[in-house]
C-alpha cells in the first residue's frame, strides 16, 4: 500500500479565530450582569433596629417621639465597661452602639437569626431602660401564644 501525498491545494485544519482581524471580535458586553444589591453588615444592623423600633413605637405612645439612633463606637468606657446603648430621656433619644452590640455580644450559634434576635433584645432593652420598664413589659402580646 502506497502513501499519498495530499494534494497541495487542500487547505490545513485550523481552529476559528477568537480575534478578528483587528483582534476585537467576540469582545465580552459593555454592561455586566445584573448582581444582586450588596448585603452588609452595617445594612442589616440598621434594618434590625429599625424594625424594632418601629414596633416599639407603634405599641408605646411614649416612644413615638423618640429618635433611635446608631452610633459606631461609645466615646468613652463607663464603670460597667463598654456600654451597648446610651439613653438620654431629656433629649428624647438613644443611642446604640453598632460596635460593641456585634463585637461584644457572645451568640451560642452564630448565624443571621441570633444576630438580629441579639440586635433586637438591645433595643428592646435600651428602650425599656427609657421608659423605666422591665424589657419583657413592652411587647406583652409578642410573648403570649395561649
Known sequence: MAWRKAK?????????????????ENRSPVVRPPLPPLDTRVDRFDLAVG???????????????????????PPATDAEGIP???VLADQKRIILWRIPIERLS??????????????ESCVFRAAAEYLDRDPWDLGPERFRYF
Open 8 to 24: 497541495a491545494t487542500a487547505q490545513p485544519l485550523r481552529r476559528p479565530s477568537r480575534h478578528g482581524r483587528h483582534g476585537r
Open 51 to 73: 424594625t424594632a423600633a418601629e414596633f416599639l413605637r407603634s405599641a408605646w405612645e411614649e416612644l413615638r417621639d423618640v429618635s433611635f439612633e446608631i452610633g459606631d463606637m
Open 84 to 86: 451597648r446603648w446610651q
Open 106 to 119: 457572645h451568640l451560642h450559634r452564630n448565624d443571621d437569626l441570633h444576630h438580629r434576635m441579639m440586635v
